[in-house]
T-cell receptor
């Protein structure tokens, strides 16, 4: 089955800097890759997703890139703000159509 | 518009006790899911229901049962709770068909402790 690895587990950046979180997946048939943000005490919330026929997708300060050959995808947050502090999860929808999540990255944006 | 509502928010059980976690969504979604979240392990799928009347096992179904009561409600039952089931449980819903397992809307979670 699909295995999704996520790095780093924790990330601390200065406000205004960029943050990058990386994930690798094992199932070459996976075709859908979402990113979820989880704030303290809340459920995860979808922030951006990408399909395997697209290499990059942007939404304001957030972007996701996908490298199908290397089987990895990344979340890029530019001009980070304190409200970006949260736990971020990547995921991959595998050939059995199940969504497999990474282990999460705790992002801290220092004011 | 409440989205996905889970009850209870917190629960403490003794080993061997049973309980049911309730979940309801008001977005007219066909698909519903139960996940558990453990430190350092992300979210793992327990069971899901692609549409009313169907349920399927996820990654970690042992020790759990589910009921899709109607289109709105999807419950998770622990028949004989074990300490290994201490976790935060999330219910989620999404549209069906090609969008199944995509664009999930999550509830706020149930923190369960089994002593």
């Amino acid at each position: 089955g699909e295995n999704v690895e996520q790095h780093p587990s924790t990330l601390s950046v200065q406000e205004g800097d960029s943050a990058v979180i990386k994930c690798t997946y094992s199932d070459s048939a996976s075709n859908y890759f979402p990113w979820y943000k989880q704030e303290l005490g809340k459920g995860p919330q979808l922030i951006i997703d990408i399909r395997s026929n697209v290499g990059e997708k942007k939404d304001q300060r957030i972007a996701v890139t996908l490298n199908k050959t290397a089987k990895h995808f990344s979340l890029h947050i530019t001009e980070t703000q304190p409200e970006d502090s949260a736990v971020y999860f990547c995921a991959a929808k595998d050939s059995s159509y199940k969504l497999i999540f990474g282990s999460g990255t705790r992002l801290l944006v220092r004011p | 518009n409440a989205g996905v509502t889970q009850t209870p928010k917190f629960q403490v059980l003794k080993t061997g006790q049973s309980m049911t976690l309730q979940c309801a969504q008001d977005m007219n979604h066909n698909s519903m899911y139960w996940y558990r979240q453990d430190p350092g392990m992300g979210l793992r799928l327990i069971y899901y229901s692609a549409s009313e009347g169907t349920t399927d096992k996820g990654e970690v179904p042992n020790g759990y049962n589910v009921s899709r009561l109607n289109k709105r409600e999807f419950s998770l039952r622990l028949e004989s709770a074990a300490p290994s089931q201490t976790s935060v449980y999330f219910c989620a819903s999404s549209s069906a068909g090609a969008a199944t397992n995509e664009k999930l809307f999550f509830g706020s979670g149930t923190q369960l402790s089994v002593l």
